[in-house]
């Protein structure tokens, strides 16, 4: 178990430019979310997977944001005419199936600059 | 978005003092977590709680599922230079939703 894995780990992008992030889940966590971190504050929630199935979104994720999960495994995120306010941390997790655990498990990141 | 509030936003302390901090919703939650975060890394699992009142340890930390649960505490005794870093609780409501509300992070410095 290698953990949840993100590529690549920081992004330097001029705005106008599209980004794409890969996340790799821990293998047998059927569940993915994506959250993005701003400086000086924590975590917020942008979008949740189960399998391949795209069940919540944030208002956060503008529609200039897209996320997949094709085959229930890799998930990435793509950023369309990236803004200077897009700049930040963009953290993905998982979790496993079980009913009654909510613990999900943080990537390392990757650290989005716009210029 | 919603971020929940924590206290203290920060605290400078010397190698081998205990340390508390905790965190207040306006809501009930019934899932409490807290993470630790290095710079340029992904937060880290420290502890969940599950039942209001709950009290649960890993190693040196203990961390407190409030009894209204509206609030979380977390413990770290005799601190070590390693526990330097940003400790976030996490609330998650449960039902249909499947995010976590993070709070705003307490930042903790460990003089040698």
């Known amino acids: 178990d290698t953990g949840v894995s993100q590529d690549p780990r920081h992004k330097i992008t001029k705005r106008g430019q599209n980004v794409t992030f890969r996340c790799d889940p821990i293998?047998?966590?059927?569940?993915l979310y994506w959250y993005r971190q701003t400086l000086g504050q924590g975590p917020e929630f942008l979008t949740y997977?189960?399998?391949?199935?795209?069940?919540?979104k944030s208002r956060l994720l503008s529609d200039r944001f897209s996320a997949e999960r094709p085959k229930g495994s890799f998930s990435t995120l793509e950023i369309q005419r990236t803004e200077q306010g897009d700049s930040a941390m963009y953290l993905c997790a998982s979790r496993s199936q079980g009913p009654l655990t909510y613990e999900q498990y943080f990537g390392p990141g990757t650290r989005l600059t716009v210029t | 978005g919603q971020q929940l509030n924590q206290s203290p936003q920060s605290m400078f302390i010397q190698e081998g003092e205990d340390v508390s901090m905790n965190c207040t919703s306006s809501s009930i939650f019934n899932t409490w977590l807290w993470y630790k975060q290095d710079p340029g890394e992904g937060p880290v699992l420290l502890i969940a709680?599950?039942?209001?009142?709950e009290l649960t340890s890993n190693g040196r930390l203990t961390a407190q599922f409030g009894i209204t649960r509206k609030d979380s505490f977390l413990n770290i005794s005799a601190s070590i230079p390693s526990d330097v870093g940003i400790y976030f609780c996490a609330g998650h409501y449960g039902g249909a939703t499947n995010k976590l509300i993070f709070g705003t992070g307490t930042l903790l410095a460990v003089q040698p």
């Open positions: 293998s047998e966590h059927n569940r």
């Open positions: 709680l599950y039942k209001a009142g």
């Open positions: 997977f189960q399998n391949e199935a795209q069940l919540e």
